[in-house]
């Protein structure tokens, strides 16, 4: 791979809900502005010769692909590794109370019936580093906001996942080269434990 360009899925109704979404079998879609940031995505990428795109299972993430790409021809392969964080019994529930237990939990704590943050983490990496030793040239990567924050992150030499990068832009390209996903890979390894 020479050229990453990673992306978080356009706004999606749990978005404007404000809850948190897990499961891929329960994701809702896009809203409609979330539409509308993925088909600006696709003026953004436009020019770009894109080899591949690799998406999450989610409906918001393959929407957004398929909005982003219009009527390209373009090899799309799923990597349910880039999914969103497996939220247990917290599945659902709004986005405040998923805060509310991330405040008075360690990263290594699993969420009840879920991941832990650092297995997410972990997760994430090991997707990453699939997609910089694919033979494509250039991969458009679209999956999640958790999962771009802490490529970003981590590539910068951040001694945390989640900063400084907070709050990831929908339907916004990341661009990474093949030695900066390689750093945001290790890092996130080394963070996560």
């Given at each position: ?132 030793a ?17 490529a ?16 990831v ?25």
């Amino acid at each position: 791979m020479r050229l990453l360009l990673l992306v978080r899925h356009g706004q999606s109704l749990f978005n404007v809900d404000g809850v948190v979404n897990g499961d891929p079998a329960l994701d809702r879609g896009l809203s409609p502005q979330g539409l509308a940031e993925a088909e600006s995505l696709g003026a953004q990428v436009a020019n770009v010769a894109i080899d591949v795109c690799v998406t999450s299972d989610f409906p918001r993430a393959l929407q957004t692909a398929a909005a982003a790409l219009g009527g390209r021809t373009v090899k799309h392969d799923i990597d349910t590794d880039l999914g969103d964080i497996r939220l247990g019994s917290l599945e659902g529930r709004t986005l405040d109370d998923y805060r509310a237990w991330k405040r008075v939990h360690e990263r290594s704590d699993p969420f009840p019936g879920g991941e832990s943050l650092d297995d997410a983490a972990r997760r994430f990496a090991d997707a990453f580093e699939r997609l910089a030793a694919r033979a494509d040239e250039v991969v458009l990567c679209i999956c999640h906001e958790i999962p771009v924050r802490y490529a970003v992150n981590a590539a910068s030499g951040s001694t945390e996942l989640d900063r400084p990068l907070h709050d990831v832009a929908n339907a916004t390209p990341y661009l990474f080269d093949s030695a900066g996903i390689a750093r945001a890979v290790a890092r996130i390894r080394q963070l996560a434990g």
